[in-house]
């Protein structure tokens, strides 16, 4: 049985590491469907839409999605994000992202840093209620807003679900439990946002009772965001709702390199989709000099995902190598190779 996959690049360097990805792939003998597709800066300067209804069909008729990168604008009316808009629709509520130092990277902060970072995907600040209140339901909202009255004020609300709690933490317990990884750290500020945070703290303790033999921490994002630097190989598995895990895997990738390293699998129940944690780097787009590592350890996840296990581990190990003997490389890690030299040497070693 084959495979259909939607073949997403997106915008600016998106399409760079995008043909990287293809180098790779056709070398890996799987019967796969590409079903080529659009979205993004490109496509809202041409429609106004950033994911276009001909995306949406390519994206319900695969089986999964391998995304680039996209533009995104600040301050633009009516503008949303296309990779939101796409992980809300298909309720990909899971963001699992994996840093591991790999030898041979000399941008590597330390060499024995292995974690897997579950973001929750879908609530928090990113759900998109965001408005300008009017003076009397600034009042009416909440007695503390009282404090406010009189000011021009913006609200973004950080809305958290219990069920969106529960399955996040519950993705990374059967991540670790299933991955033989021993300890899961939950990352929150409830000493300071004390009900939405405090449901996280409740249902990570209740789906952490379901795991006696994996060990649990609990910790402030504020304070992960200091021992990641002083002692990030303490880090295994850990979890945290939506805006922190977005902060905190910038700097995870730093630590493993740069974000030319962070891979990413958007998952939910029946869909998911691919995509390395950059963006689109607009400075770079089309100049094929930028590091494609990061696209091909998402291809990695991409084959774990599907099920193909074997293949996955293969190009883990080709990855590897190539960075280990550092002969090609990009200009990040101080090479003079391009992206596609790079996806080459990968492809060689599968
Ligand atoms: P960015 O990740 O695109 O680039 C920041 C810098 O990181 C680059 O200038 C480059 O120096 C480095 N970098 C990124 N990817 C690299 C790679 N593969 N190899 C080597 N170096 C790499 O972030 P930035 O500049 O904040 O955003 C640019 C655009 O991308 C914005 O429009 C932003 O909204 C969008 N974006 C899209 C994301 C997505 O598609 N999921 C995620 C993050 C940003
Ligand atoms: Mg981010």
Redesign the pocket.
């Known amino acids: 049985m084959g495979y259909r996959i939607c073949r997403l690049p997106g915008d600016g360097i998106g399409h760079d590491v995008m043909k990287a990805a293809m180098i790779v792939m056709e070398k890996i003998p799987l019967d796969i469907q590409w079903v080529d597709a659009e979205a993004g800066w490109r496509m809202w300067e041409k429609y106004q839409n950033t994911v276009p209804d001909e995306t949406w069909k390519a994206l319900e008729s695969a089986d999964c999605c391998l995304f680039g990168a996209i533009t995104s604008k600040p301050g633009i009316k009516g503008f949303l994000s296309a990779i939101l808009q796409i992980r809300q629709k298909f309720d990909l509520y899971i963001n699992m992202r994996p840093f591991k130092s790999y030898p041979g990277v000399s941008l590597n902060y330390r060499d024995d840093i292995d974690m897997v970072l579950f973001r929750e995907n879908s609530e928090d600040l990113y759900s998109g209620v965001e408005f300008y209140p009017t003076p009397e339901a600034l009042i009416d909202m909440h007695p503390r807003m009282e404090r406010f009255k009189g000011k021009d004020v913006a609200v973004s609300c950080r809305v958290i679900t219990r069920e969106g709690c529960r399955r996040i933490c519950e993705a990374a317990f059967r991540f670790a439990s299933e991955n033989g990884r021993k300890r899961v750290t939950g990352v929150h500020k409830a000493n300071v946002i004390r009900l939405t945070d405090g449901i996280f703290l409740e249902e990570f303790r209740k789906v952490a009772e379901k795991y006696p033999q994996i060990e649990t921490a609990e910790e402030n994002v504020d304070a992960v965001a200091m021992w990641f630097i002083k002692k990030p190989e303490f880090y295994d598995v850990l979890v945290t709702t939506n805006m922190f895990g977005?902060?905190l895997?910038?700097e995870a990738a730093q630590l493993v390199g740069s974000l030319g390293f962070a891979a990413s699998a958007n998952i939910g129940d029946k869909y998911a989709l691919f995509e390395p944690?950059h963006?689109s780097a607009p400075k770079y787009a089309g100049q094929f000099k930028v590091n494609p590592t990061a696209m091909l350890l998402s291809v990695k996840m991409m084959l774990d995902w599907l099920g193909e296990k074997e293949w996955a581990a293969r190009l883990e190990a080709a990855i590897a190598k190539v960075l280990l003997e550092g002969k090609v490389k990009t200009y990040d890690l101080g090479g003079v190779n391009g992206t596609l030299e790079m996806a080459e040497e990968v492809a060689k070693n599968l």
Do not use: L, P
């Open positions: 977005d902060i895997s910038d944690s963006g």
